[in-house]
């Protein structure tokens, strides 16, 4: 009794769980077929229909069909029971005029409600009656094996435009293409993408072939990599070569003719490297009109500014968030400058990325958060600012503006600014912080009724003292804004300290155990020194000229070299698989000790 309820209850929820599925009828066939090839039209359902009617097939025919087939599965994890079925139609059909041709939606009829498919685009292409024979004769001659060349198997580099601006965003497509049968891939080595900001597109784990038409010829195609380029500078950018090492498996003549030879096929894989052609791109350099609030940020974007409370006490925090959202180098956009009111105290903001890769470039959106305390009763105004980013559809700069927020600050609670206190005795007094200490209370030695203290040592020095201390602070602050006015001293002089904060920050993101944030807090240390410290900025920065500077400084070849092997290892790590903490650890303290080196040998 108990197995039969226990079978009534699994065939119920099965039943349930079936329903629950969201019904789906989906057409598939090959997106290019060859004049006279016969080929698959299949049509897929999720549930069991009926009355299948399929569209006017203009310039195909029906060989056979429909063939159906159906399956069934079913899974009872941790008391959980999910199902899942699936039912094909296929058609046989042959393709009889060249062109383009549009598959209407098919339809069927599930439970009584009536279910359309999506439509299909088939191209066909007219096939070369050169390759057509040579193909004829070799699949005549079961022991002889197509020829390798160029022209069956070649990987490239394919971008989705050549000439843009700077910032703007260019999709790169590594695919491979080949005519012969691909059994798998050997190494690889992508391109280092130098003067691009590179950011990967997910794309499935395993390489799927389609077919593509290639200037009349059908191949196999497969994405290798997709990935998003943001150009760093302007001019003209080569990107590097691709190398793959394709695997082929290739069918072997028979040397002996025997009564087994006609039932066994003997197959080989051989090992065939490519490389793609180095590919230009001009990036273009943005209109003389720049505002004055650009800072480089490129695409479309909007902008808001929140503020989680307009009325405060005194010495309570108040959050403020601004939020850029769009599409574009969201990745690129640096904080907002608020000029903020003196009574508040404002923290560094801290910076939170929401971001999706795809074709269409990195949308999603920034956000900075900004602390504020203000220290003062009163009332108060945080103006607005200005964002700038160009557009490079319209090829126009626009800007957006924040809020203007009134903040209106009541005296807090241990807030007696203003106010005299004379309920406490001196022995009262307790140590706070550093801004309050002890009274002291002890025998002190009072000075004595008549003494002159005009004309004594005392008096001399309490005029010299305070002389010298305001000539000595007069030099100094005259040497300080002589300083300040050298921007490219000034940058010279921070730029180890600034490397160091960033390199703080990659310490804290290995910690975090955050790959991607760890690499890249790395190279903006180690781009913002170079940058600081050879006073160049940084779209005109690249390893060749690096390279040429530091060792026209007096830099070492071997420290040179351990520099631009830390950027490497921070590029190639973006495409290699996840790196250990070791390896982390070990590139961590070696960009330390790099910047140490190098600053003791440039001046």
């Known amino acids: 009794m108990k197995k039969i309820l226990l079978s009534l209850v699994t065939v119920i929820l099965i039943t349930t769980s ?11 066939a090959p997106n290019v077929v060859e004049l006279g090839e016969q080929f698959r039209l299949t049509y897929s359902l999720n549930s069991k229909g009926k009355n299948i009617q399929i569209p006017e097939l203009d310039g195909f025919r029906v060989l056979m069909g429909p063939s159906t087939s159906s399956s069934m599965s079913t899974q009872i994890i941790n008391g959980k029971v999910t199902s899942s079925s699936s039912y094909s139609y296929t058609y046989v059909l042959l393709a009889e005029e060249e062109g383009k041709f549009e598959i209407k939606p098919a339809a069927i009829t599930v439970d009584g409600e009536k279910k359309t498919s999506n439509s299909l685009t088939i191209e066909v292409v007219k096939v070369d009656k050169t ?28 971008l989705d435009r050549n000439n843009v601006y700077m910032g703007e965003h260019v999709v790169a497509t590594i695919k491979v293409y080949t005519r012969l049968t691909i059994a798998g891939f050997g190494d690889s080595k992508f391109p280092s993408f130098d003067g691009f900001l590179s950011q990967e597109v997910p794309t499935p784990g395993q390489i799927s072939l389609e077919r593509e038409n290639i200037n009349g010829t059908i191949y196999n195609t497969g994405i290798i990599r997709k990935l998003i380029l943001f150009p760093q500078h302007t001019g003209e950018i080569t990107i590097d070569p691709f190398e793959l090492e ?3 498996r290739q069918r072997q003549a028979n040397k002996r003719s025997g009564f087994f030879d006609d039932f066994f096929d003997n197959y080989q894989d051989i090992r065939v490297p490519r490389k793609s052609k180095p590919i230009k791109i001009k990036v273009k350099d943005f209109p003389s009109n720049k505002p004055a609030s650009f800072d480089g940020a490129v695409g479309n974007f909007t902008l808001s500014t929140t503020i989680d409370k307009d009325s405060v006490k005194a010495n309570d925090a108040i959050t403020m968030r601004v939020k850029v959202e769009g599409n574009g180098n969201l990745k690129l956009i640096k904080p907002l400058e608020f000029n903020f009111p003196a009574d508040f105290e404002v923290y560094d903001p801290k910076t939170s990325q929401n971001l999706k890769s795809s074709e269409a470039g990195m949308s999603g959106s920034t956000t900075f958060e900004y602390l504020i305390i203000p220290r003062h009763a009163g009332e108060y105004e945080i103006p607005s600012v200005d964002f700038s980013f160009f557009d490079p559809k319209a090829k126009i700069f626009r800007t957006r503006s924040t809020k203007k927020f009134t903040v209106k600050v009541a005296k807090g609670d241990g ?64 040497k300080r804004i002589k300083e300040n006015a050298d921007t490219a001293k000034l940058k010279n002089k921070r730029a180890n300290r600034v490397a160091m904060k960033r390199l703080k920050m990659a310490s804290a993101s290995l910690k975090a155990k955050q790959k991607d944030q760890f690499y890249d807090e790395i190279l903006k240390a180690i781009w913002g020194y170079t940058s600081d410290k050879l006073n160049l900025p940084l779209e005109n920065l690249n390893k060749e000229n690096i390279s ?6 007096g830099v070492e070849s071997e420290l040179k070299d351990e520099f631009l092997s830390i950027l490497d290892t921070c590029e190639f790590a973006r495409y290699s698989p996840s790196a250990g903490s070791s390896e982390m650890d070990e590139l961590y303290q070696t960009s330390m000790d790099t910047i140490t080196k190098l600053e003791k040998n440039i001046k």
């Not at 008096?459 to 007069?474: D, E, G, K, S």
Request: no cysteine.
């Open 18 to 28: 079936v329903f629950a599925d969201e019904i789906k009828f989906t057409a598939s």
């Open 246 to 248: 394709v695997i082929i």
């Open 548 to 553: 040429e500077i530091l060792l026209s400084k």
């Open 131 to 158: 390759r057509q024979d040579t193909g004829s004769k070799q699949s005549q001659n079961s022991a002889s094996s197509q020829k390798i060349t160029e022209d069956n198997l070649f990987v490239k580099v394919k």
């Open 415 to 478: 807030d007696n600014s203003g106010t005299i206190i004379s309920s406490f005795t001196k022995e009262k007094v307790k140590f706070l912080g550093k801004d309050i200490r002890y009274i002291k209370t002890n025998d002190f030695t009072p000075q004595l009724k008549g003494e002159v203290f005009f004309g004594t040592t005392n008096f001399y020095l309490a005029y010299i003292i305070p002389f010298f201390l305001f000539v000595l602070a007069f030099v100094f602050n005259r």
